[in-house]
Antibody, heavy 116, light 112 residues
Framework: QVHLVESGGGLVKPGGSLRLSCAAS????????MTWIRQGPGKGLECIAY????????HYVDSVKGRFTISRDNAKNSLFLQVDSLRADDTAVYYC?????????WGQGTQVTVSS | DVVMTQSPLSLPVTLGQPASISCRSS???????????LNWFQQRPGQSPRRLIY???NRDSGVPDRFSGSGSGTDFTLKISRVEAEDVGIYYC?????????FGQGTKLEIK
């Protein structure tokens, strides 16, 4: 049973940073690609980054390249998203999910609000 | 980026009646591994999205068999054979073939 719990969101000023975390349980974490997906207020869903089980295969959507960094700690069954240089349009609920091409087991999400 | 176009965007349905949502991709979704990475998700009010269907037509565990997916190439369909009250929400298609993986705009299903 896939269980994912996101945390680390909050209210931050433009240009600020946060580190989002996703705690995984119920499966062998290191065997799976993981992905971050966000949903802006009244907006649709956007896949923003994914990482392979070993951490060697990483991809970002253009809108976050150079500002966001995805990583994982397989020993701690945890996925991370370092979000820097935040802008107002980064305001969204951030979800983690297992697998990249067919994301499953989404967590409840963590809210990131960028506002002065 | 691959554009996923859903129709209709609003779908009022009478309880017990069928419903159908169309999804068209701007590029083909068949991967070199032979799989077609087209998924369907349901987002009930106040909840996270939940995957219903993966690889066009494979229903996830616990998903009622009134939900079915079909299609090929660039045209895909999600069908609900008999709509129930718990089906209210927004339905999204998503392609996982080309990065960035992209979602349709969403179809809001409501009960008439």
């Amino acid at each position: 049973q896939v269980h994912l719990v996101e945390s680390g969101g909050g209210l931050v000023k433009p240009g600020g940073s946060l580190r989002l975390s996703c705690a995984a349980s119920g499966f062998t974490f290191s065997d799976y690609y993981m992905t971050w997906i966000r949903q802006g207020p009244g907006k649709g869903l956007e896949c923003i980054a994914y990482i392979s089980g070993s951490g060697t295969d990483i991809h970002y959507v253009d809108s976050v390249k150079g500002r966001f960094t995805i990583s994982r700690d397989n020993a701690k069954n945890s996925l991370f998203l370092q979000v820097d240089s935040l802008r107002a349009d980064d305001t969204a609920v951030y979800y983690c999910a297992r697998k990249a091409r067919e994301p499953e087991g989404w967590g409840q999400g963590t809210q990131v609000t960028v506002s002065s | 980026d691959v554009v996923m176009t859903q129709s209709p965007l609003s779908l009022p349905v009478t309880l017990g009646q069928p419903a159908s949502i169309s999804c068209r991709s701007s590029q083909g979704l068949v991967h070199s591994d032979g799989n077609t990475y087209l998924n369907w998700f349901q987002q009930r009010p106040g909840q996270s999205p939940r995957r219903l269907i993966y690889r066009v037509s494979n229903r996830d565990s616990g998903v009622p068999d009134r939900f079915s997916g079909s299609g090929s190439g660039t045209d895909f369909t999600l069908k609900i054979s008999r709509v129930e009250a718990e089906d209210v929400g927004i339905y999204y298609c998503m392609q996982g073939r080309h990065w960035p993986h992209t979602f349709g705009q969403g179809t809001k299903l409501e009960i008439k």
